[in-house]
């Protein structure tokens, strides 16, 4: 269209929810949206533009599987900003008709749904916490699905105008329609999950939440979108009355900022980590990129490990290394400026590997790659490198946090 007008994906740009979620702004319309958005919200894909040559994106085969083989395919480009996710301070309760919808508070995305005709046909009930492996795996492939008697109504509104068997599935009586198998024994219930996810990436950030839906459509969806807005909204400004006024940092004798391209000191890690003697395990930083530190660690026979580990065959204790990448994460968290002062505190450590030994006289290389962030919630790679060898490797986890006083 002339001048590339652009519409946010956000709650309040939803202007239909009959069949599906339709965006609209002026006498712009985009329509069935949901499948798209729910691919973006589910890969963690947070900052994108669909460039659309139509009313609405392709329906494909139905479902989402297209939609997340492109994006696999295009690739996903981590970025430094953080992103908050909404955390519900107390259950969300509606019914409308025979649908019924609550939102718990959860420490991540959880969906429970019940689906069914309104002659009860077909009921089936599924349950999954929303994960890229879980979405890739359980939801993306379920199709869109209508009863036989529906579609006169649909195609008298203008409605599924390109409705096909090999976009859908139809249920006519006992009866399934379609070009080929079921591709789960519950297909209807998870495109169900699959369109709420869709919804919920309308809230314009992601959700930690239990949602359990019965009978849900898009427009209790979109409703518990707003309900969900609402409830943030009056719990920030609540937040906000008893706050007391923020107060002034005492002037430091030397300000340190970490900088893409720029290395730092032992004298600057001092001024960012709050680590000391005999803990501090990196003596310098090399390098530092968008969503990588590179750090090094001159290993010696002075240091106090080795009076035990081991007195005649000195080793660095491998969860030393640990620590090493546990530390060079914090650095790579506190390129964003509202992170600077506070503190990284080691919460996990999956795919840990050690590969060799490391002994006094070794100069230890430590590469830390950002996997992803989410709200205070950080995971990084690390690995551990003497003479160009990988001595130890292992994917750690971090939370953002205020230092204790």
Not at 145 to 165: H, M, T, V
Not at 179 to 184: A, C, D, N, Q
Not at 191 to 209: E, T, W, Y
Not at 379 to 386: D, L, N, S, Y
């Amino acid at each position: 269209m002339e001048g590339k007008p652009e519409i946010e994906a956000k709650i309040e740009n939803v202007v239909e929810t009959s069949r599906s979620t339709t965006l609209g702004k002026g006498n712009i319309r985009i329509h069935t949206v949901e499948h798209l958005l729910a691919s973006l919200l589910a890969l963690e894909i947070n900052n994108a533009y669909v460039e659309l040559d139509s009313c609405e994106p392709p329906i494909c085969d139905g479902s989402a599987r297209e939609f997340v083989r492109l994006i696999q395919v295009s690739g996903i480009e981590l970025q430094a900003a953080p992103v908050e996710p909404i955390l519900l301070s107390s259950p969300i309760e509606f019914t409308v008709g025979e649908t019924q919808m609550i939102a718990f508070p959860h420490d991540r995305l959880k969906i429970s749904c019940t689906s069914a005709d309104k002659k009860g046909r077909f009921t089936q009930f599924y349950s999954l916490e929303v994960t890229p492996e879980s979405y890739v795996r359980d939801l993306a492939s379920a199709r869109t699905f209508c009863f036989f008697e529906e579609i006169e109504g649909l195609i008298r509104g203008g409605l599924i105008k390109g409705g096909a068997l090999e976009n859908a599935v139809v249920i006519r009586d006992d009866a399934i329609l379609t070009t080929e198998p079921l591709r789960y024994a519950d297909e209807f219930v998870r495109h169900k999950i699959l369109d709420i996810v869709g919804d919920l990436s309308l809230l314009g950030r992601p959700l930690c939440a239990h949602v359990v839906a019965v009978k849900p459509g898009h427009g209790a969806n979109c409703e518990l979108d707003r309900r969900i807005l609402r409830q943030t909204l009056s719990d920030e400004r609540a937040m906000a009355v008893f706050l007391p006024p923020p107060e002034r940092p005492a002037p430091s004798k030397r300000t340190v900022t970490v900088e893409d391209g720029k290395g730092l000191d032992i004298d600057d890690l001092h001024q960012i980590l709050p680590h000391r003697y005999p803990f501090l395990m990196i003596d310098r930083i090399l390098e530092v990129q968008p969503t990588r530190v590179v750090a090094q660690k001159n290993v010696t026979i002075n240091e106090p490990h080795f009076q035990g580990h081991f007195p005649r065959k000195p080793i660095m204790p491998g969860v030393l290394q640990l620590e090493a990448i546990a530390q060079v994460a914090g650095i790579l968290t506190m390129r964003s400026a509202e992170n600077f002062g506070k503190l990284a505190y080691f919460m996990s450590a999956e795919n840990v590997k050690w590969r060799k030994p490391v002994v006094p006289g070794d100069t230890v290389i430590i590469e830390v790659d950002m996997l992803r962030t989410r709200g205070k919630i950080g995971k990084a790679k690390g690995v551990c490198k003497v003479k160009d060898e990988i001595v130890s490797e292992a994917e750690v986890t971090f939370m953002i946090s205020d230092p204790l006083d």
